[in-house]
């Protein structure tokens, strides 16, 4: 599918951008065909998980014998954040074999447990791992390696203005992205998009839905055997949805996340977006307490770096019930925000897609 900038949104036109992730991804491809063809180019194609080419406009900074940097401007569309318009730079140098990634100047270094990526490593999320290996992969002759530097100029100031400081991640941004594209998020035209789909899929006949924030909630409800048609994306609109869900006629949901996120609902939180509102360890450290957890093992909670750190210390103490608890006062929250007019199940899931706790009938 070749990438489409614009699109209609409740009436209104808005442009679509692109990640961090794809945006060093061409960089590094680029400056990788550059390297062994000697042939300059400015503009260079890569393919996205969502299945989209994007044709994106490159520079060419340094051309050495065994070494090329190549640039390429971030695009977050009409959905700008802290990143956008930031250059990021791909240095890429010749090695006898393999793709070597490294995260140079203004690439974030993960020092804290709890992220997709371990600790002392760069900030490079997995999909934009594979992504880069990928795409370099195409333009890399069979009998050569690569070496591929990862540089953002403006990376350490930028970073000051994110949430990577109070996760752990020093020095930089990270390179993000799940599927490649970054699609507009005016509010209302979000919304209204989001609740089209519950439209679609009562038309369809569906009568229990799968309520998932994002791809990866909808990858684990693919695993646990639910259909495609069922699942509906709510991204942070948790109560929106689910009064949707009641104004279209629907009789019941399952509510299904990764902790970190659907933990806020169980605290009575439905709109999760971080900037705000965000009680997750305080959450969890409650009702730990409640089980009979040491004054040691809460402050522990309290003092994790993300939700899904406190999921080994949990397990460590012999508390893995919480999960359940916690699953069941989600289903709660979610069924009183409604008025009882939904029955709500619910599941929680690890970044290892390992189910913690269910409530509901599973």
Same mark, same amino acid.
């Given at each position: 599918? /070749?990438?489409?900038?614009?699109?209609?949104?409740?009436?209104?036109?808005?442009?679509? #951008?692109?990640?961090?992730?794809?945006?060093?991804? $061409?960089?590094?491809?680029?400056?990788?065909? /550059?390297?062994?063809?000697?042939?300059?180019?400015?503009?260079?194609?890569?393919?996205? @998980?969502?299945?989209?080419?994007?044709?994106?406009?490159?520079?060419?900074?340094?051309? =050495? %014998?065994?070494?090329?940097?190549?640039?390429?401007?971030?695009? #977050? +569309?009409? %959905?700008?954040?802290?990143? %956008?318009?930031?250059?990021?730079?791909?240095?890429?140098?010749?090695?006898?074999?393999?793709?070597?990634?490294?995260?140079?100047?203004? /690439? #974030?270094?993960?020092?804290?447990?709890?992220?997709?990526?371990?600790?002392?490593?760069?900030?490079? !999320?997995?999909? @934009?791992?594979?992504?880069?290996?990928?795409?370099?992969?195409?333009?890399?002759? $069979?009998?050569?390696?690569?070496?591929?530097?990862?540089?953002?100029?403006?990376?350490?100031?930028?970073? =000051? =203005?994110?949430?990577?400081?109070?996760?752990?991640?020093?020095? #930089?941004?990270?390179?993000?992205?799940?599927?490649?594209?970054?699609?507009?998020?005016?509010?209302?035209?979000?919304?209204?998009?989001?609740?089209? !789909?519950?439209?679609?899929?009562?038309?369809?006949?569906?009568?229990?839905?799968?309520? /998932?924030? +994002?791809?990866?909630?909808?990858?684990?409800?693919?695993?646990?055997?639910?259909?495609?048609?069922?699942?509906?994306?709510?991204?942070?609109?948790?109560?929106?949805?689910?009064?949707?869900? &009641?104004?279209?006629?629907?009789?019941?949901?399952?509510?299904?996340? *990764?902790?970190?996120?659907? &933990?806020?609902?169980?605290?009575?939180?439905?709109?999760?977006?971080? *900037?705000?509102? %965000?009680?997750?360890?305080?959450?969890?450290?409650?009702?730990?307490?409640?089980? +009979?957890?040491?004054?040691?093992?809460?402050?522990?909670?309290?003092?994790?770096?993300?939700?899904?750190?406190?999921?080994?210390?949990?397990?460590?103490?012999?508390?893995?019930?919480?999960?359940?608890?916690?699953?069941?006062?989600?289903?709660?929250?979610?069924?009183?925000?409604?008025? +009882?007019?939904?029955? &709500?199940?619910?599941?929680?899931?690890?970044?290892?897609?390992?189910?913690?706790?269910?409530?509901?009938?599973?």
């Amino acid at each position: 599918m /070749v990438f489409d900038s614009y699109v209609v949104k409740n009436g209104k036109k808005l442009r679509r #951008g692109y990640t961090t992730g794809s945006t060093a991804t $061409a960089a590094a491809k680029a400056a990788t065909y /550059v390297l062994f063809t000697g042939k300059k180019i400015d503009r260079i194609k890569i393919g996205t @998980p969502a299945g989209i080419e994007l044709d994106l406009e490159v520079n060419i900074l340094e051309i =050495k %014998d065994r070494y090329v940097a190549v640039s390429v401007l971030k695009d #977050g +569309g009409d %959905d700008p954040d802290a990143t %956008d318009g930031i250059e990021i730079i791909a240095k890429v140098e010749e090695i006898e074999a393999g793709i070597e990634l490294i995260g140079g100047e203004g /690439v #974030g270094q993960v020092t804290k447990p709890g992220l997709p990526v371990n600790v002392g490593e760069p900030a490079i !999320n997995p999909v @934009p791992r594979k992504m880069l290996k990928t795409e370099i992969n195409k333009v890399l002759p $069979a009998d050569k390696g690569v070496r591929v530097t990862i540089e953002v100029p403006e990376g350490e100031e930028v970073a =000051k =203005k994110t949430f990577n400081p109070k996760l752990g991640i020093v020095g #930089g941004i990270s390179i993000l992205g799940t599927t490649g594209i970054v699609e507009p998020m005016s509010e209302k035209a979000y919304q209204d998009s989001l609740a089209l !789909n519950i439209s679609q899929a009562v038309a369809l006949g569906e009568e229990e839905l799968i309520l /998932v924030f +994002g791809n990866y909630g909808k990858r684990m409800a693919l695993e646990l055997g639910f259909r495609e048609e069922q699942i509906i994306r709510m991204s942070n609109f948790v109560g929106f949805m689910l009064k949707e869900c &009641v104004a279209k006629g629907v009789k019941k949901v399952v509510l299904l996340g *990764h902790i970190g996120k659907l &933990v806020k609902v169980g605290a009575g939180i439905f709109n999760t977006h971080s *900037h705000l509102a %965000d009680a997750r360890l305080e959450t969890i450290a409650a009702y730990t307490a409640s089980l +009979g957890g040491s004054q040691k093992l809460i402050n522990g909670i309290l003092n994790a770096n993300t939700a899904e750190e406190t999921i080994n210390i949990i397990k460590e103490a012999g508390y893995e019930e919480i999960f359940n608890i916690l699953a069941r006062r989600v289903s709660i929250r979610a069924k009183e925000h409604v008025n +009882g007019e939904l029955e &709500v199940r619910s599941l929680l899931f690890s970044m290892k897609r390992e189910v913690l706790g269910r409530y509901g009938g599973w």
